[in-house]
Structures are given as C-alpha cells and as structure tokens.
C-alpha cells in the first residue's frame, strides 16, 4: 500500500528495500514507517523486515534521532514539570532485578519515580513480566491513572503501553523473537523513545556489558552509551550512565517469581552481596539527579539506610497495593506460583568457578517458559533458577551449584539443561587463574540542565 505523509509517498518495501540496501532513510520515511505501523497499515512481517535491515545495515546517528523521536511522539509525551522525576532503565541482563529495589527506594527518599519499563527480551528476563508473578499487579494503566498514583505514592510501574509509547511495544515484542534485539540503534531508540515519554527530569542508565548481555564487550557497551547520552542531551536530560558486569547471574535468582522474591528479601535487608551493592549504587544515582544528596556517594548512603530503617520496603508493599496487587506474597512467599519440583545440580569435581555461560542460562530459562519463543506465548511465573555460588567460588565435588525449580512434565527437559550445566554452562577450573571481573565498571554523570538543588 502507497501511503501519502505530506506530499511525499511511500510503500514498507520501497523502505525496507532502500535500508537492505545500505541506504541512508530520510526523517519522513522512518516517521512514515512509523506511522503506518502504528495505525496497523504496516503487518508484523513488514516491521520484522525493517527490522533485519536495520539491525544488519545499522542507522547513522541522524536515523537514530528520526527514529527515537518518530517513536517516542507514537503516543503521549508526559510532562511531569518535577525535578525530583528520576527513572532508571537497564539494558537488560541475566537475573537483573535492581527496578524492584531501587525504586522503591528512591521513591522513599522523595524522588519521583515514574517506570515505563518493557517484558523479557531475548534471553534476559523483563520487569513487567517479573512484576506481574504477584497477583492483580496491573502494568497496563491508562495515562491518567498512571499520573495518578505517581502524584499519591510517587512511584509506579507499567509496562509501553497503547498510549504511552506504543511504537516500542509493537517492535520490542517483534525484536524479542527475531533476532534483532543486539543493535545500538534499536536499543537507544527503545529505550529512549519509552524514557522520553514519561518526561522525567533525568534517568539513571545501567549498560550491562560481558557474556550475558547484548552488549557483549565493553567497546560495544561504550558505542550504546555516546547513543544513549547524545539522545537525552537533545532533550536536555541529566543522565548518569553506568557499565556494569554481565558474566555471571547478579544476585542468585534467575526466573520471574523467584526474582521477585529475591528482590523482596534485598528489601527487607537479607540480599545478596551484589544485589544489594547495585541497587543502592544506581538509587544513590535517582537521589543525586534528583537533588536530594550533595553526591553520588551521599545518595547511595541514604539508599543503604532506607533499606535497612524499612522504608523502601514499606513504599514497596504501598505500590504493590495501590496497583492492585496481592501484597500477601510479600509477606507469604507459599503464595507465589513457583514451580514445586526441585532438581539440583552439583559440582562434578573440585576446583574453581571460572565462568558462566550467562546467555545460555537466560535461554534455558525462557526453554522452561520463564520467557517467550513466540510473541503471544504465556509466561510461567514459577520456573527458573537458584544459584549457590558465584564466579570465583571454591567448590568440592559434590556441592550444590544450583537449584533448578520447574514441573512435573519437565522432567526430561530438566535431566537435558542439568547436563548442559555440568558440561558447559558452569566452568570449574582446577585453580584460580581467572580475575573475578568488577560489578561496576565506570560511572558517569552528565547535567543537560543545572542540579535540581
Ligand atoms: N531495554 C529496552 O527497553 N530496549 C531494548 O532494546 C533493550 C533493553
């Protein structure tokens, strides 16, 4: 179909074509490929095309910007006029739960914290689907609702939804199952696209770079920051953009009910090392871009103390609650919907833990149903993974290296994924010849606009 945008006209192959091609898109074939694909004039495969184009041609940094920007005005452009209004955004990862504690967190400390975030993508599990393991949670609220809750409790969480950047919703569940998710472009033009539209003064952004990521090594991961940081200066945003550590699971859960439960432990004080260390390190991040600490430092110090005096747990349960979740599980974990088989896997010698095959656990876990193969595949809430040791770990023949919870039927799947794990997913190294990588690798801040203080 020729479709007319201002006097120019255009077919989805004609476009699909000139960027299989190695061609530059001008702004008004990206807006109108947009456009098209919003109001359904564009089908799924014509998107899923465009997509494989891009992600092998790549888009300079003008296409980006065109590309952002067309998806971002896809639906509402919130303007929360507050600089206490502060988001965080992960470019996903492998047990990556921090949205759960660090909002929270920062919310209790008085920063506002509107998160649009998005479902599993790849191998890497999502917030709206992890969230949505508590029952009644609702991450589809309209606009009104969503300013709403943020004006009552200061903080709420949703996934893109029809109103609020709509674009991304239809291309991050296309690029979920086909291949296209690993490109600088895509993923500064999600990402961005859903962050711009919640109209937040600045965003906390966490890069998660190494073997479980997208961006996969650090050159990679410093690629998608310039992206990143040239958009929010655009747009006058104060970022502090961080390069994490992606080679082994952060904390020890990985599978959407037992992440949550997690979380809720690191709230409640009990989390793991890791965990915790991240998430106060990025909240301390919301609370200096929101003008609430003198530093970074003094933010991630107040983030320590709202975990430990109880009140981002308490601010947790509140936004639980005000969105229609059953906040029992909070306190109950029977209530969660976990898988009840249990099969564990243990260490086939002595040695060290020298290295994790991070993206091969994050597909064995989608295998399970923890994420989808198909766009419109249900997620099962209760399978996954619990770890017992980390990278560098001493380990005895014999020790429990993980639990892998999932069901009845599973069985032969599981005896499958535990020999992958014994053989090739879980490295044990007679001595330690390795260097544990850092969790945090650089951090950056940049003002667009002077501190909010
Ligand atoms: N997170 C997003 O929102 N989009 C991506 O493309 C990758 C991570």
Redesign the pocket.
Same mark, same amino acid.
């Given at each position: 179909m020729s479709q007319d945008l201002g006097v120019e006209l255009y077919t989805a192959s004609e476009i699909i074509a000139k960027k299989r091609d190695g061609k530059e898109l001008t702004e008004n074939e990206i807006k109108w490929f947009i456009k098209n694909l919003e109001n359904k004039n564009i089908a799924d495969y014509q998107a899923a095309a465009f997509l494989m184009a891009v992600f092998i041609r790549g888009l300079n940094a003008k296409e980006t910007a065109y590309l952002t920007d067309a998806m971002l005005y896809s639906g509402d452009v919130l303007d929360l006029i507050d600089a206490k209004a502060i988001d965080k955004?992960?470019?996903?990862g492998v047990g990556d739960k921090t949205s759960f504690i660090l909002a929270p967190i920062a919310a209790s400390l008085g920063v506002v914290v509107p998160m649009i *975030?998005?479902r599993g993508?790849g191998h890497?599990g999502g917030t709206v689907d992890k969230i949505e393991s508590i029952q009644g949670f609702n991450t589809s609220l309209g606009t009104q609702e969503f300013l709403a809750l943020l004006k009552d409790k200061g903080i709420a969480m949703i996934g893109q939804t029809a109103q609020i950047a709509p674009a991304?919703k239809l291309l991050?569940s296309l690029?979920d199952v086909t291949a296209t998710?690993d490109?600088v472009p895509?993923?500064t *033009?999600?990402?961005m696209s859903?962050k711009l539209a919640e109209g937040t003064s600045g965003l906390v952004l966490d890069i998660k770079t190494g073997q479980g990521a997208?961006m996969n090594t650090k050159a990679r991961a410093k690629e998608l920051k310039e992206s990143i940081l040239e958009t929010a200066s655009r747009f006058g945003k104060n970022m502090m953009v961080t390069i994490t550590d992606m080679n082994q699971p952060l904390g020890n859960a990985v599978g959407n009910s037992l992440e949550i439960i997690e979380s809720l432990e690191t709230l409640k004080g009990n989390g793991p090392k890791d965990l915790t260390e991240l998430s106060a390190f990025l909240a301390g991040g919301m609370v200096y871009l929101a003008g609430l600490a003198k530093s970074h430092k003094q933010g991630i110090k107040m983030s320590l103390e709202a975990i430990k005096n109880g009140s981002a747990f308490k601010k947790f349960v509140e936004m639980i609650e005000a969105q229609g979740g059953d906040s029992r599980l909070l306190y109950d974990y029977d209530l969660f919907p976990l898988a009840r088989q249990k099969t564990e896997v243990l260490a086939l010698e002595n040695g060290y833990i020298s290295g994790f095959d991070n993206k091969e656990i994050g597909f064995s876990c989608v295998a399970l149903g923890g994420g989808r193969l198909k766009t419109n595949d249900k997620i099962d809430f209760g399978v996954g993974f619990i770890f017992h040791a980390k990278l560098g770990s001493k380990v005895k023949k014999g020790q429990k290296l993980l639990t892998i919870f999932h069901h009845d039927h599973q069985i032969q799947q599981v005896e499958e994924i535990k020999q992958k794990f014994e053989q090739k997913m879980i490295k044990i190294t007679k001595t330690k010849v390795f260097k544990v990588p850092p969790l945090i690798y650089e951090t950056k801040v940049v003002w667009s606009k002077p501190h909010a203080k």
């Amino acid at each position: 179909m020729s479709q007319d945008l201002g006097v120019e006209l255009y077919t989805a192959s004609e476009i699909i074509a000139k960027k299989r091609d190695g061609k530059e898109l001008t702004e008004n074939e990206i807006k109108w490929f947009i456009k098209n694909l919003e109001n359904k004039n564009i089908a799924d495969y014509q998107a899923a095309a465009f997509l494989m184009a891009v992600f092998i041609r790549g888009l300079n940094a003008k296409e980006t910007a065109y590309l952002t920007d067309a998806m971002l005005y896809s639906g509402d452009v919130l303007d929360l006029i507050d600089a206490k209004a502060i988001d965080k955004h992960s470019t996903g990862g492998v047990g990556d739960k921090t949205s759960f504690i660090l909002a929270p967190i920062a919310a209790s400390l008085g920063v506002v914290v509107p998160m649009i *975030a998005g479902r599993g993508l790849g191998h890497t599990g999502g917030t709206v689907d992890k969230i949505e393991s508590i029952q009644g949670f609702n991450t589809s609220l309209g606009t009104q609702e969503f300013l709403a809750l943020l004006k009552d409790k200061g903080i709420a969480m949703i996934g893109q939804t029809a109103q609020i950047a709509p674009a991304d919703k239809l291309l991050y569940s296309l690029r979920d199952v086909t291949a296209t998710i690993d490109s600088v472009p895509l993923i500064t *033009a999600s990402i961005m696209s859903k962050k711009l539209a919640e109209g937040t003064s600045g965003l906390v952004l966490d890069i998660k770079t190494g073997q479980g990521a997208f961006m996969n090594t650090k050159a990679r991961a410093k690629e998608l920051k310039e992206s990143i940081l040239e958009t929010a200066s655009r747009f006058g945003k104060n970022m502090m953009v961080t390069i994490t550590d992606m080679n082994q699971p952060l904390g020890n859960a990985v599978g959407n009910s037992l992440e949550i439960i997690e979380s809720l432990e690191t709230l409640k004080g009990n989390g793991p090392k890791d965990l915790t260390e991240l998430s106060a390190f990025l909240a301390g991040g919301m609370v200096y871009l929101a003008g609430l600490a003198k530093s970074h430092k003094q933010g991630i110090k107040m983030s320590l103390e709202a975990i430990k005096n109880g009140s981002a747990f308490k601010k947790f349960v509140e936004m639980i609650e005000a969105q229609g979740g059953d906040s029992r599980l909070l306190y109950d974990y029977d209530l969660f919907p976990l898988a009840r088989q249990k099969t564990e896997v243990l260490a086939l010698e002595n040695g060290y833990i020298s290295g994790f095959d991070n993206k091969e656990i994050g597909f064995s876990c989608v295998a399970l149903g923890g994420g989808r193969l198909k766009t419109n595949d249900k997620i099962d809430f209760g399978v996954g993974f619990i770890f017992h040791a980390k990278l560098g770990s001493k380990v005895k023949k014999g020790q429990k290296l993980l639990t892998i919870f999932h069901h009845d039927h599973q069985i032969q799947q599981v005896e499958e994924i535990k020999q992958k794990f014994e053989q090739k997913m879980i490295k044990i190294t007679k001595t330690k010849v390795f260097k544990v990588p850092p969790l945090i690798y650089e951090t950056k801040v940049v003002w667009s606009k002077p501190h909010a203080k």
